[in-house]
């Protein structure tokens, strides 16, 4: 819609039954200040109330007037259109190899396309550390801007549409079920599975899909350096505190416990999948080696 002159996105819970009513909002805000944390560029959401409803609005992604906005699906295609459903998991390798394409135009920079496949690539990982299970290909998009030379230049498009993360998607009533338990609680994060996936040959059976596409992605250093420093940096404390400093009103108690106890479970899977407990133990240990014996 237009807003003093404006265009913007505007998102409530205004049409929800009582029965599906959730935290999507609050799932927006709190991504944001995730995304900020490891300098990931996030579209800005601001907490709004329309007609008594509370809900979040989001400014243009685009900067100027001559930046051009697609959906990734606009750039590649969507290989499952057909399947009349944005629910079916698209293939990881099939997006890349789409991308890969993109090197062959003459119309693009080629560092370019290369940023953003690695940027594609980074998006995922923190959709996985977040818990994200609405990022099909529609949901991501690109920028395009006229270059000084006849070329265009092209870049990922902050994150949108991050309202199914966190798990704030599933309706309040069975939040507060879950919230009783956490094994319970930890077994529905599990399962929170990413609509960007790996193709069966390249997954393994015993494991989920978030964890074989996070494993994968890991095995290039970058991508590995990038799932460290998420693991590091993100605090979903202190993203909830930044909100709520921002918006100058507390969410509710249940999204906090909800997002921060499902945060943690999902992060310390990741780092028992990647190792990352065990690098440091045996840094730390490769450090009192040399404290003892400064000739090595």
Same mark, same amino acid.
């Given at each position: ?24 909002? &609050?799932?927006?805000?709190? #991504? ?12 800005? &959401?601001?907490?709004?109330? &329309? ?18 906005? &697609? ?20 293939? #990881? ?25 690695? +940027? ?9 550390? =977040? ?37 704030? +998607? ?45 494993? #994968? ?12 420093? =998420? ?32 945060? +943690? ?13 065990? +690098? ?17």
């Amino acid at each position: 819609m237009q807003l003093v002159g404006t265009s913007v996105l505007l998102r409530t819970e205004l049409f929800k039954d009582d029965e599906e009513k959730n935290f999507c909002s &609050y799932a927006e805000l709190i #991504f944001e200040e995730l995304a900020k944390q490891v300098d990931f560029h996030c579209a800005h &959401y601001d907490l709004i109330e &329309y007609k008594g409803k509370k809900g979040v609005l989001s400014r243009d992604v685009r900067t100027n007037a001559k930046e051009e906005f &697609y959906t990734l699906a606009d750039i590649i295609g969507n290989p499952n259109q057909d399947l009349g459903s944005s629910s079916v998991p698209t293939d #990881f390798e099939d997006v890349i190899q789409k991308l890969k394409e993109l090197l062959k135009s003459d119309e693009l920079y080629k560092e370019d396309v290369l940023d953003l496949s690695k +940027d594609f690539a980074k998006m995922l990982i923190l959709d996985i550390y =977040c818990m994200s299970t609405d990022r099909h290909i529609e949901n991501c998009g690109v920028i395009v801007e006229p270059g000084n030379d006849g070329k265009k230049h092209i870049r990922l498009a902050p994150v949108f549409d991050n309202e199914c993360s966190l798990m704030l +998607d599933i309706p309040i009533y069975e939040l507060e079920e879950l919230s009783k338990s956490d094994l319970r609680l930890n077994s529905r994060q599990d399962v929170q599975e990413p609509l960007i996936a790996l193709s069966a040959e390249n997954s393994y059976d015993d494991m989920s899909s978030w964890q074989n596409m996070i494993e #994968f992605l890991s095995e290039k250093d970058e991508f590995f350096d990038f799932a460290t420093l =998420c693991s590091e940096k993100l605090d979903i404390e202190k993203a909830i505190e930044e909100v709520e400093n921002r918006i100058g009103t507390k969410i509710p108690s249940l999204a906090k416990d909800i997002a921060t106890r499902s945060f +943690d479970m999902r992060r310390d899977a990741i780092r028992e999948a990647l190792l990352l407990d065990l +690098d440091m133990e045996i840094e730390e240990k490769h450090e009192d080696i040399e404290e003892d014996d400064p000739c090595l």
